[in-house]
């Protein structure tokens, strides 16, 4: 059983295209592993900049050179970009929800996906700076 009763007072506030994906627990779970992925990120970042120098290159070309050089706090923009992947993907997966359940699903895992690839770039840029 996948879905989640709500009360009907709060229910009943809601749009029709938007009470179905509100019921859905696998949704609401995706939703929530990508913020705490999301939050994990910041975290790690908030811990390692003390250890960053002022400068850091935030971009790479083919011959891994860095092409775009910016101060330590410009790295806190995975974590922004990765915030308004979630929204985007899950308001688009919320407006989908009744027509297409799966594309709603595949839009929740790809935002989760996003978070994931970000995590990857925040890690080889302190590994990059740091050695």
């Known amino acids: ?41 910041f ?7 003390p250890q960053l120098p002022p400068l850091v290159p935030l971009h790479f070309d083919g011959a891994g050179t860095p092409d775009r050089i910016e101060s330590k706090t410009a790295i806190f923009s995975l974590p922004q970009i990765g915030l308004i992947m979630i929204v985007l993907n899950f308001g688009l997966g919320a ?29 080889l840029i302190v590994r990059v700076v740091t050695v």
């Open 43 to 49: 975290a790690f970042l908030m811990l390692v900049s």
């Open 95 to 123: 407006v989908s929800y009744r027509r297409e359940t799966l594309v709603s699903y595949l839009l929740a895992g790809v935002a989760i996906g996003v978070q994931l690839l970000l995590w990857i770039a925040a890690i």
């Open 1 to 41: 059983m996948r879905q989640l009763p709500l009360p009907t007072a709060l229910d009943d506030r809601f749009p029709t295209w938007l009470r179905a994906a509100l019921h859905d627990r696998y949704f609401w779970a995706m939703l929530i592993v990508a913020l705490f992925v999301n939050l994990g990120l």
